[in-house]
Structures are given as structure tokens and as C-alpha cells.
């Protein structure tokens, strides 16, 4: 049987369903068709010329991201600049791509129910109320959770380290409270360190800190962990890759494995 782009498309919205998104995002078919047959599916965070060539590499013909490929409205397709040679690339070879944005953060099983689980929290409950019904059943940015022991600042930013895809990471050490209690949002939420503060959080983990927000942070007296844009957000494509396999067993499904942060240390 085959399995079309549209099909996939009614995958990725059972899983993280558009009206979840936020107003100024741009989820869904980013280019393609909706009714060509898919021969594979490459996973990723980022489409990159490097991830085209990958997919193009395993025989896949759609590629489903996280970041969106198009944000803003464009008044030209050109070879010379970065996303015009990547909508001309993907036209040529004939690949697809959808995406699922801040629908996919806020979804349950998306980014940050990955990011909870892969550091070690458990009872995860909302955090930053996106929607709510008349039934009071709510939507959340990022998530609260807690560790099933407290631990110190140090020992918790170790776990986190090693449950990410990341070799370093910065965090505010705010003195000698234990961590039990942990607030995150994947990629970049230094927006709600108050807000993780006033809900009794010991520390906030998120990504894209500047120095200010850790400032705010120890006067607040929360630890922060600011584990990176990319660490906290990768982890989802092979969540994805996971979850394809499994609603659409018919279809060959591949993640991205090459892809790296772009910030390197030294
Ligand atoms: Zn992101």
C-alpha cells in the first residue's frame, strides 16, 4: 500500500496538532506535494543542505523537521541566498518537507516531554498555559517535573549532560539548595526563569541564556541549566523517527545522524 505525503501529514498532526501552534509560527507542508508517494521519511531538527543530501542519500523523499524551513513570506527563489538554494534543491530532487513547530513543543510525546524524560523528571505537569478549555484542561509550553531524589545543582547538571546529546553546558549554581523540582523549555525559554521561580522550581533548564538572564537567575535564588539550543532540541528527531515507524510501519524511516550544533568550544 502506499503511503502518501498527506498521510504522514495526518500522522504528525495526531501527534502535534496545528491549532496547538503559537500565532507567529509557520508549521505544516513547507513544500511539496500532498498526494506524491513517499519512499522515505528523514527526521531532523534543522533542514540543512546537509540534511537534503542525506535524505537524498537513504532514498528519502520527505523530510520532517522541528525548525520550520520557511518563516517569512518571500518574494524570490534564488540560487544566492540560503533558503533558495535549499526550496530549489528540494523542488529539484522532488523532497517534501513538514514541519512541526511550537505544536510540537507544546504537544504531549513532543519536545519537551522528550527533553523531561531524557534528564530524569517524572509527574510532569504544565508550565507556561498556552490554552486552556472550559473544562480546565490545559495546553503548556515546556513542562515541571520532579527528580525521584533531590540532588545538588552539580550532580543534576551532570545527569543532564549526560542525557543530551551535548559534551558542555553552562549553569548558574544559585547556592546550596537541593534540586527536586525542575521547570524546562526546549531551545530557547530564558523568557520564563521568573515564572519557573514563582512556581517553587529549584532549577530551570532551558536553552539560549545570555548573561542577564543569568544574573536574574541567581538574584532569584533558582539554579539555571542553560544546555543549549540544540542539545535540548535534537532529541526530538529521533523521538519523531521513532513514532513514524511506529504509525506508519510501511514506510522506510531514517533520523538524522549527522547533524551537529553549530557552536563548537575550545
Ligand atoms: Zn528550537
Sequence with gaps: ???????????????????????????????????????????????????????EQVG???????????????????ADNPLG?????????GIAVYSAHTNLDIAVGGVNDVLAEAVGLRKLSAF??????????????????????????????????????????RYVDAGPRPVRKVALCSGSGA?????????GADCYLTGDVRYHDAQHAAALGIHLIDAGHFATEYPIAHALAEYLHQELP???????????????TL
Design 85 to 93: 538554494r535549499m526550496m530549489l534543491q528540494l523542488i529539484g530532487k
Design 191 to 199: 523568557e520564563f526563569i521568573e515564572r519557573a521561580a514563582r512556581l
Design 128 to 169: 507556561v498555559i498556552t490554552q486552556q478549555d472550559e473544562n480546565g484542561h490545559v495546553e503548556s509550553l515546556g513542562r515541571v517535573g520532579t527528580l525521584p531524589a533531590p540532588m545538588t545543582i552539580q550532580d543534576f547538571a551532570a545527569q543532564v549532560r549526560a542525557g543530551l546529546p551535548c559534551d558542555h553546558l
Design 60 to 78: 528519502a523523499n520527505l523530510i520532517v523537521s522541528h525548525h520550520p524551513l520557511i518563516f517569512h513570506a518571500q518574494k524570490s527563489v534564488r
Design 1 to 55: 500500500m502506499s503511503i502518501l505525503v498527506e498521510d504522514v501529514m495526518r500522522a504528525m498532526e495526531h501527534l502535534a496538532p496545528l491549532p496547538l501552534a503559537e500565532e507567529w509560527d509557520n508549521p505544516g507542508l513547507q513544500v511539496g506535494d500532498p498526494v506524491a508517494e513517499v519512499r522515505g521519511i528523514l527526521t531532523c531538527l534543522d533542514v540543512s543542505e546537509a540534511a537534503i543530501a542525506e535524505a
Design 250 to 264: 510501511d514506510v522506510r524511516v531514517y533520523e538524522d545522524k549527522v547533524a551537529r550544533d553549530f557552536f563548537q
